[in-house]
């Protein structure tokens, strides 16, 4: 399998990456810059030379996964699996009297945005999969059930990223795409922080089994947890 992953630099990203590799996965790690957190990537690929590609990619510039589409259609010329992994959260801490717009456009630029230019750009190779599957990795901060009156621009990012999974769901199962929005779980990453109590690896092992099909998902179901099982919404 041909995977693209965005934010594979660290956190979630990079053990999806490491997984991938480990199970004989070509996967091509999106990172806005190859000047920073290459080293961890690059010692994923002990073992399995020639598998990782290292892509320049910013998904808040159109023009950035353009150039990365074109790289990989003539490198590979088809993808089988988009992880959209790609994500900040800001202004975590200031209520809506004192929200910062620049913070929350651009929350949004990466967290919709970016999924969205992805696929917009990618979907053409995807179609050329015998399975083509397409993962967003949101949270269940985007969910009306898990409204907690905070994060407000993560949490109505993430929300609007679910709608999108659910607009691409209608258009694309029918095709033949494995679409889903999955939350991750409270995990160990740069964004998590340390007192999470999941385990990242865990989460990569359950997408990438997913992608697989060995994960048997809710079929009806736009977003799900690790287990494979609807959220609420």
Same mark, same amino acid.
């Given at each position: 399998m041909k995977l693209i992953v965005t934010g594979a630099g660290k956190g979630l990203g990079l053990e999806i990456v490491g997984e991938a590799l480990r199970r004989g996965h070509e996967v091509a790690a999106g990172m806005r810059s190859l000047e920073t957190n290459v080293d961890a990537l690059k010692a994923r690929q002990e073992g399995v030379p020639g598998k990782l590609t290292l892509l320049e990619l910013d998904v808040d510039e159109e023009d950035s996964i353009a150039k990365a589409k074109e790289a990989m259609a003539d490198r590979w010329g088809t993808? /089988?699996?988009?992880?959209?992994?790609?994500?900040?959260?800001?202004?975590? /801490?200031?209520?809506?009297?004192?929200?910062?717009?620049?913070?929350?456009?651009?929350?949004?630029?990466?967290?919709?945005?970016?999924?969205?230019?992805?696929?917009?750009?990618?979907?053409?190779?995807?179609?050329?999969? /015998?399975?083509?599957?397409?993962?967003?990795?949101?949270s269940e901060a985007g969910c009306f059930a898990g409204a907690y009156g905070g994060d407000y621009p993560y949490a109505l990012s993430k929300a609007a990223l679910n709608y999108f999974t659910a607009q691409l769901r209608k258009e694309l199962v029918p095709q033949g795409f494995g679409v889903y929005a999955m939350h991750p779980g409270w995990i160990r990453t740069p964004m998590g922080g340390s007192q999470a109590p999941g385990d990242p690896l865990d989460s990569a092992k359950a997408i990438l089994d997913l992608a697989e099909g060995k994960l048997k998902a809710d079929t009806d179901a736009v977003m799900i947890g690790i287990d494979g099982k609807a959220m609420p919404q």
């Open positions: 993808v /089988d699996a988009l992880i959209n992994n790609a994500g900040i959260l800001l202004a975590r /801490d200031q209520s809506i009297e004192r929200l910062e717009f620049a913070a929350v456009e651009n929350t949004f630029r990466t967290n919709l945005y970016g999924p969205m230019k992805m696929v917009k750009h990618f979907l053409p190779l995807l179609k050329e999969s /015998d399975r083509p599957f397409i993962l967003n990795v949101s």
